[in-house]
């Protein structure tokens, strides 16, 4: 089993910045993603960002430019840096944890509410 700890959210006027943590622990395999997704009332979640655990990145389109993923392997900890904020980046944000073994495993954080006033 694999735990996720978030933290970092809040509310921010539009153009502010805020920064998401994630911190993991447990049963982590040597080769894993860990990204952020996002979710509005009504609509799917949509992932944000992701990092390997060979810092491999990706964005969605949305993003790029405005966000960054990294992580602390150490710490077993994912960042995302939000700059630039838009009321439309207002969600709730959920850290994942992908572990790739024999099988694909997927674990979630609770989530933590991103608010962006315009």
């Known amino acids: 089993q694999v735990q996720l700890v978030e933290s970092g959210g809040g509310l921010v006027e539009a153009g502010g910045s805020l920064r998401l943590s994630c911190a993991a622990s447990?049963?982590?395999?040597?080769?894993?993603?860990m990204n952020w997704y996002r979710q509005v009332p009504g609509k799917e979640r949509e992932l944000v960002a992701g990092?390997?655990?060979?810092?491999?990145?990706n964005y969605a389109d949305s993003v790029k430019g405005r966000f960054t993923i990294s992580r602390d392997n150490a710490k077993n900890t994912v960042y995302l840096q939000m700059s630039s904020l838009k009321p439309e980046d207002t969600a709730v944000y959920y850290c994942?944890?992908?572990?790739?073994?024999?099988?694909?495993?997927?674990?979630w954080g609770q989530g933590t509410q991103v608010t962006v006033s315009s």
């Open positions: 447990g049963s982590i395999f040597s080769f894993n993603t």
């Open positions: 994942n944890l992908r572990n790739y073994g024999i099988r694909l495993v997927d674990y």
């Open positions: 990092i390997s655990s060979g810092s491999r990145t």
